[in-house]
C-alpha cells in the first residue's frame, strides 16, 4: 500500500512540476522576478526597476506567481511596499529553468 501511494504522489507530482515549468517558460517577466528574487526579497517597486518594466505588470505577474505557489507575500497585510519571497517550489522550478535554457 505505501509504494502504491508513493507512486501516485510522484505521478500527480511530475505533471504539476511540468506545467509549473511551462508557466515559468512562457512568461519572460515571471522568469526574470523568480530569478531575482532568489537570494533576497524584494518589493513589487524594487523588482519592477531591477526587471525594467512597469509596477502594475510586476505586481500582476507577482499575483499569478503567488497563486501558483512559487513566490509568497510576507507582508500581505501591508497596503504599500509588500515584501515577496521565492518558496521552495519557486527555486525548484527557477533552477530547472535555468539549466533548461541553457542548453
Same mark, same amino acid.
Given at each position: #500500500?505505501? #509504494?502504491?501511494?508513493?507512486?501516485? !504522489?510522484?505521478?500527480?507530482?511530475?505533471?504539476? #512540476?511540468?506545467?509549473?515549468?511551462?508557466?515559468? +517558460?512562457?512568461?519572460?517577466?515571471?522568469?526574470?522576478?523568480?530569478?531575482?528574487?532568489?537570494?533576497?526579497? @524584494?518589493?513589487?517597486?524594487?523588482?519592477?526597476?531591477?526587471?525594467?518594466?512597469?509596477?502594475?505588470?510586476?505586481?500582476?505577474? +507577482?499575483?499569478?506567481?503567488? @497563486? !501558483?505557489?512559487?513566490?509568497?507575500?510576507?507582508?500581505?497585510?501591508? @497596503?504599500?511596499?509588500?515584501?515577496?519571497?521565492?518558496?521552495?517550489?519557486?527555486?525548484?522550478?527557477?533552477?530547472?529553468?535555468?539549466?533548461?535554457? @541553457?542548453?
Amino acid at each position: #500500500m505505501f #509504494m502504491l501511494n508513493l507512486v501516485l !504522489n510522484i505521478e500527480c507530482y511530475v505533471p504539476a #512540476m511540468e506545467k509549473l515549468l511551462s508557466y515559468v +517558460l512562457s512568461g519572460r517577466i515571471r522568469r526574470k522576478i523568480l530569478k531575482s528574487l532568489f537570494d533576497i526579497e @524584494k518589493t513589487p517597486t524594487i523588482l519592477a526597476k531591477e526587471i525594467e518594466t512597469h509596477q502594475s505588470t510586476t505586481s500582476r505577474a +507577482l499575483a499569478d506567481l503567488e @497563486k !501558483n505557489g512559487l513566490v509568497k507575500c510576507l507582508t500581505p497585510k501591508a @497596503k504599500l511596499s509588500r515584501l515577496y519571497a521565492i518558496t521552495e517550489s519557486g527555486k525548484k522550478v527557477i533552477k530547472r529553468v535555468n539549466r533548461i535554457i @541553457k542548453h
